[in-house]
């Protein structure tokens, strides 16, 4: 079935509900007008419902597969796809101008979200990381690490991951046990295994920036000796061209009932695989044993995502419904009819759909 973005209904809470005429006279925010606004989300309705969409189903059934030298094959499409998104500017959206993006309101950006979501979701989980690295690294990282690393993050050239979990740790982060043993030129040698990690291995960038918890030799125990630290699958040179490849490889993928398409990763750290030696070569973020505090900016960054992933699935299958009650036919109309007639003519469905179509515009008024 194809997806139909709801751009009306978008453009009624951006302008009528959230004010965007009043946002549009704050500083930063004076290209985020009406006309803008309007361009954008049609453009990004487009390209959501004629590429990511007839990708979700094909991309699910085909899912992502490790190959034997550790890298990860995407379903067909889906490398096309990225291309298209990172050339369209959609990664960028709501980053700073100084760093390759539109500068726009996160507002504005919001939308995007909910289209690329409902549209395929398994695609758009590679974005969603993406986001909260920059988030974190303009926010955390030095001026070098983001001269280094955002220009190549927000033009979608480069994609980043969150590397929390571990196999004994699940979601007690104070279990982590992942190393980073310090180097004389100010970098670090990370050690360890990090599980469920979103696109942590794929084929649609050029490299992957991995920010990643670990522990240094004099951290204290529990979650205030945790510190982050960027892990990049390729080094970079100081022009910024990539450079050797990093001691970080997938070791499998996770088997899954639903979004298949989208690469979970186990990712082992220092198992002496790579182009430097033993260890992955990292760096440090802001100060040692801070990591959980900046860690959570991508937490937030990702819980926001995931909210509004809520409404795009919502409103995908409110689409889904409508279309099925249209085409479906079974019993007489309540009016009465010579012949079997579609679903939707029946009352109780017409309400079901009605109440579906009425939680979906609050939810997105909400988000």
């Known amino acids: ?10 453009k009624f809470v951006i302008t009528e509900l959230a004010g965007l005429n009043a946002i549009n006279k704050l500083p930063g925010c004076e290209d985020a007008t009406e006309e803008t606004v309007d361009a954008i989300l049609e453009e990004n309705a487009r390209f959501c419902g004629e590429v990511l969409a007839p990708l979700n189903w094909s ?17 067909k499409g889906f490398k096309e796809a990225f291309r298209q998104f990172a050339e369209g500017g959609w990664q960028g959206l709501h980053f700073p101008a100084d760093y390759g993006g539109q500068g726009l309101p996160k507002l504005v950006a919001t939308t995007g979200i909910e289209m690329i979501n409902s549209a395929n979701l398994s695609f758009a989980l590679c974005p969603l990381l993406s986001d909260g690295a920059i988030e974190a690294l303009l926010l955390t990282g030095t001026e070098a ?30 279990l982590v046990r992942s190393r980073a043993v310090p180097q004389g030129d100010g970098s670090f040698r990370v050690f360890g295994q990090k599980i469920f990690i979103t696109y942590g291995e794929h084929d649609m960038a ?12 004099t951290a204290p125990e529990g979650v205030k000796g945790i510190s982050l630290f960027i892990v990049p699958k390729f ?23 639903g979004i298949k398409a989208s690469p979970t990763a186990v990712l082992v750290y220092g198992d002496d ?46 689409q889904k419904a409508v279309a099925f009650a249209r085409e479906r036919v079974q019993s007489r109309a309540v009016e009465g009819s010579a012949a079997a007639v579609t ?18 515009e ?6």
């Open 235 to 257: 080094l970079v040179n100081a022009d910024g061209s990539l450079g050797r490849r990093n001691d970080v490889f997938c070791a499998s993928i996770e088997h899954k009932l």
């Open 1 to 10: 079935m194809s997806y139909s973005a709801p751009v009306r209904d978008m």
């Open 59 to 75: 991309g699910d059934v085909e899912h992502s597969v490790r190959n034997a030298d550790g890298s990860v094959t995407t379903p």
């Open 343 to 360: 679903i939707i003519r029946h009352p109780d469905v017409r309400r079901m759909l009605m109440t579906m179509s009425a939680l979906n």
């Open 362 to 367: 609050a939810a997105r008024a909400y988000a």
């Open 206 to 217: 050029e490299n992957i920036v991995h920010l990643v918890l670990a522990r240094t030799p």
């Open 273 to 318: 695989k790579g182009e430097v030696g033993e260890g992955a070569i990292g760096y440090l973020v802001g100060e040692e044993n801070r990591g959980l505090e900046y860690m959570f900016i991508m937490m937030n960054a990702a819980r926001f995502a995931v909210g509004m992933q809520g409404v795009a699935v919502a409103e995908r299958a409110y």
């Open 145 to 174: 690490q983001r001269e280094t690393y955002l220009h190549k993050l927000v033009a979608g050239r480069w994609t980043g991951t969150m590397n929390l979990t571990e196999p004994q740790a699940g979601s007690d982060l104070s």
